[in-house]
């Protein structure tokens, strides 16, 4: 059925059972196997923690890339007769993120806009997208 919703009320009602204290001699405590310690991995790097400054988060911090796609290359392709996979090769981006992210970028995405801009690309009108 899955587990129980854990009560506060239910897990104070609960007593422990009875404490036992034992008490051992030197010897039993040295008779008794050390625990071993955790082999420490060998393809594991060591952690360490360190102050975490502003000068190290400006450092780590990445600069914006410049868009490696532009409406005007993937518009000249088309316009010059190749198809929308021949310019993703061309461009060096997938069809899924051309239909899926750029086309909206570019409000390119729906029935016959595509064409319409290639079209209007072609008779040199240029879109501000």
């Not at 071993?36 to 400054?53: C, G, H, L, W």
Request: proline share 6%.
């Amino acid at each position: 059925m899955g587990k129980p919703i854990p009560n506060r009320r239910h897990e104070t009602d609960t007593l422990s059972g009875e404490v036992k204290t034992y008490f051992m001699t030197p010897e039993q405590i040295a008779a008794l196997t050390p625990a071993k310690p955790v082999p420490r991995s060998q393809n594991k790097k060591q952690m360490v923690f360190a102050a975490d400054t502003n000068e190290d988060r400006a450092r780590r911090r990445k600069a914006p890339k410049p868009s490696k796609v532009t409406k005007d290359d993937y518009m000249a392709l088309r316009a010059a007769g190749k198809s929308q996979m021949e310019c993703v090769k061309a461009l060096g981006i997938t069809i899924s993120s051309l239909r899926n992210y750029w086309f909206k970028r570019w409000r390119l995405n729906g029935f016959g806009v595509e064409g319409q801009a290639i079209a209007k690309y072609i008779k040199g009108e240029r879109d501000d997208n």
